[in-house]
């Protein structure tokens, strides 16, 4: 089955940019989504089909996807964006949807 | 927009089963794709299979295989998710979420499970 692996933890300064990565066989052929994932809370979605943000996420927040990597970036990171990220492909071959381990992010 | 509400919170004994529900308002159940994750505390999210309206068939993967069964009532618009044979690493928050794409775009707010003897 699919395997994505992300860095368990990032730590960044505010104001900084952070970047999370979801690495992947090939995951730049597939479409690739982030959640954000505060304690205790369901998550919610930030980026989808590699770099669209939904209504309502700031524009510190964007996506890339290509080779073997994906990418979700935080520019000037605040307080409040510490939380856990996910990312997620869905398996074309058997449909099946697949979560990258998670990345804690620590604003320091 | 979606809006999904599941059951409450449930306490079980090993080898028992247990059924979570979620219902859902914003959109009828027959025009999405209902997923289930679950999360065990201090774990990350995992997939546990989908259910299809349009062929009434449902998708697991290899690790739920037999032990989980997706279903759906049109008429109360709500999803089911049944997990048997109850072990004590099944302790862990379900969420049904869908979404118009491939994303989960909508999520329930969760329901702890916790297997305990």
């Known amino acids: 089955s699919y395997v994505l692996t992300q860095p368990p933890s990032v730590s960044v300064a505010p104001g900084k940019t952070a970047k999370i990565t979801c690495g992947g066989d090939?995951?730049?052929?597939?479409?690739v989504h982030w959640y954000q994932q505060r304690p205790g809370q369901a998550p919610i979605l930030v980026i989808y089909?590699?770099?669209d943000r939904p209504s309502g996420i700031p524009e510190r927040f964007s996506g890339s996807n290509s080779g073997n990597t994906a990418t979700l970036t935080i520019s000037r990171v605040e307080a409040g964006d510490e939380a856990d990220y996910y990312c997620?492909?869905?398996?074309?071959?058997?449909?099946?949807?697949?979560f990258g381990g998670g990345t804690k992010l620590t604003v320091l | 927009q979606v809006h999904l509400v599941q059951s409450g919170a449930e306490v079980k004994k090993p080898g028992a089963s247990v059924k979570v529900s979620c219902k859902v308002s914003?959109?009828?159940?027959?025009?999405?794709?209902m997923h289930w994750v679950r999360q065990a505390p201090g774990k990350g999210l995992e997939w546990m299979g989908t259910?299809?309206?349009?062929?009434?068939?449902?998708i697991y993967p290899q690790t739920f295989q037999g032990r989980v069964t997706l279903t759906e009532d049109t008429s109360t618009e709500s999803a089911y998710m049944d997990l048997s044979s109850l072990r004590s690493e099944d302790t862990a928050v379900y969420y049904c979420?869908?979404?118009?794409?491939?994303?989960?775009?909508?999520w329930g707010q969760g329901t702890l499970v916790t297997v305990s003897s």
């Open positions: 979420a869908t979404g118009v794409g491939d994303s989960f775009d909508f």
């Open positions: 914003g959109y009828t159940l027959t025009e999405l794709s």
């Open positions: 259910f299809d309206p349009e062929d009434g068939e449902a």
């Open positions: 090939n995951v730049g052929t597939k479409s």
């Open positions: 089909y590699d770099s």
């Open positions: 997620q492909v869905r398996d074309s071959s058997s449909d099946h949807r697949v």
